[in-house]
T-cell receptor, first 114, second 114 residues
């Protein structure tokens, strides 16, 4: 079955360390997104990519970095510059040509900074 | 700029009672509107979407929502709550040709009492 796979599901990190969250999709979608979820704040867009080798900052990109070398993959690196990285991170994708922009989500990765 | 407001961060209903989750949007152009459901530590799943066809939209699990332009609302309803409906619900808006850049509300946690 097609879908979006995020790994790891749970991740613990010490302060000052960079971590990379994986996101892979086999839906053949062109666009991919990273959202951050905090209690009571909904989802906030970190980065998005509408095509390979191109990506754009979202609303809260500071302290994060991404790459899009393959259509299927959109990894997110949480750098030591991110001041409050503990959160639930969601990867999503959408079809090219879908004007409404329906998002398909992965199961999420929970990052805890110790 | 568009925005989404969900009235009530927590809603509690009895099993078998009506479920009503409120969503109001702000947009200068006709929007696309979505309701997503999230179970604990999981990703978001699409319940239903409005894409300028019928104003009454039926979704999965017996949910439906009505687009009311005059009230800028897209409230989610279900005639009879089931214990399995307990989850967090998110309303989201996107604009034509900004596909995928959904703006999410803060979420409403639904509790169902036996």
């Amino acid at each position: 079955d097609g879908g979006i796979t995020q790994s790891p599901k749970y991740l613990f990190r010490k302060e000052g360390q960079n971590v990379t969250l994986s996101c892979e999709q086999n839906l053949n979608h062109d666009a991919m997104y990273w959202y951050r979820q905090d209690p009571g704040q909904g989802l906030r867009l970190i980065y998005y990519s509408q095509i390979v080798n191109d990506f754009q900052k979202g609303d809260i990109a500071e302290g994060y970095s991404v790459s899009r070398e393959k259509k299927e993959s959109f990894p997110l690196t949480v750098t030591s510059a991110q001041k409050n990285p503990t959160a639930f991170y969601l990867c999503a994708s959408s079809r090219r040509g879908d004007r409404a922009g329906e998002l398909f989500f992965g199961e999420g990765s929970r990052l805890t900074v110790l | 700029a568009q925005s989404v407001t969900q009235l009530g961060s927590h809603v509690s209903v009895s099993e078998g009672a009506l479920v009503l989750l409120r969503c109001n949007y702000s947009s200068s152009v006709p929007p696309y509107l979505f309701w997503y459901v999230q179970y604990p530590n999981q990703g978001l799943q699409l319940l239903l979407k409005y894409t300028s066809a019928a104003t009454l939209v039926k979704g999965i699990n017996g949910f439906e929502a009505e687009f009311k332009k005059s009230e800028t609302s897209f409230h989610l309803t279900k005639p009879s709550a089931h214990m399995s409906d307990a989850a967090e619900y998110f309303c989201a808006v996107s604009l034509y040709n900004q596909g995928g850049k959904l703006i999410f509300g803060q979420g409403t946690e639904l509790s169902v009492k036996p």
